[in-house]
């Protein structure tokens, strides 16, 4: 069984239906923890450390072969507690970030100023010292929005921040929620999304694991 860890109920649809399209057979459970996000958010990732990994312990003491971590802001904390609990804790923009370091230059766009370090240190540690040259937007009044549940208002938002995107070899979408969103722009510069790379990395360890 995968257990997924989110900080929004809005990832659940989502990931049930590219569970749905892309691996069926897949035993998936959600866990929502809006707290952590709030809590991480004001006081810094690690102060959820201790969270985190209590959460974590519970789930694996109930079966879960693997776990996916939906959120950028907490995934670094997360994948930490993978050796301890012995099995695969994944962060779901780890792929993602992969995708993109093999380019130059990398433009991440978020709508969360706390996803923006981990995001840009996650890449850099992918590229394993290639060159790259990273810049970063935070899409102002886009969380606004989606803390509202103005779904609609928030991808149309991100994707008016991707648009203004030129000089880029690629685009990254640093939160999962922002997925939609590279569906609607105009841009020609490629743009990743964590989602769907994410849950094929998190059902390739749960099938390793059986």
């Known amino acids: 069984m995968l257990v997924l860890l989110h900080t ?11 569970r749905d399209g892309d691996h069926p057979s897949l035993a998936m459970r959600h866990l929502v923890h809006e707290e952590l996000l709030a809590r991480a958010v004001r006081e810094g990732p690690e ?3 201790g969270d985190v990994a209590a959460v974590l ?36 923009d780890r792929p993602m970030a992969a995708a ?22 996650l890449i850099r540690d992918e590229a394993a010292g290639r060159e790259t040259e990273l810049r970063t937007v935070v899409v102002e009044g886009a969380w606004e929005r989606f803390e509202a549940g103005d779904q609609d208002g928030y991808l149309a938002a991100v994707a008016a921040a991707v648009d203004e995107v030129g000089d880029a070899d690629v685009v990254v979408l640093a939160q999962a929620s922002m997925a939609g969103a590279a569906e609607r722009t105009r841009s020609r510069v490629p743009v990743l999304a964590s989602p769907r790379p994410g849950l094929r990395a998190a059902a390739a360890a749960v099938a390793a694991s059986s």
């Open 8 to 18: 929004s109920a809005v990832h659940v649809p989502v990931f049930d239906g590219l």
């Open 47 to 49: 102060a959820v450390a």
């Open 57 to 92: 312990a519970e789930v694996v003491a109930d079966g879960a072969r693997a776990v996916l971590c939906t959120c950028s802001t907490i995934a670094d904390v997360a994948e930490a507690c993978g050796p301890a609990l012995g099995v695969p804790v994944l962060r779901v």
């Open 100 to 121: 993109a370091a093999r380019h130059r230059r990398i433009v991440v766009i978020a709508a969360l100023q706390s996803t923006l370090a981990p995001t840009t240190a």
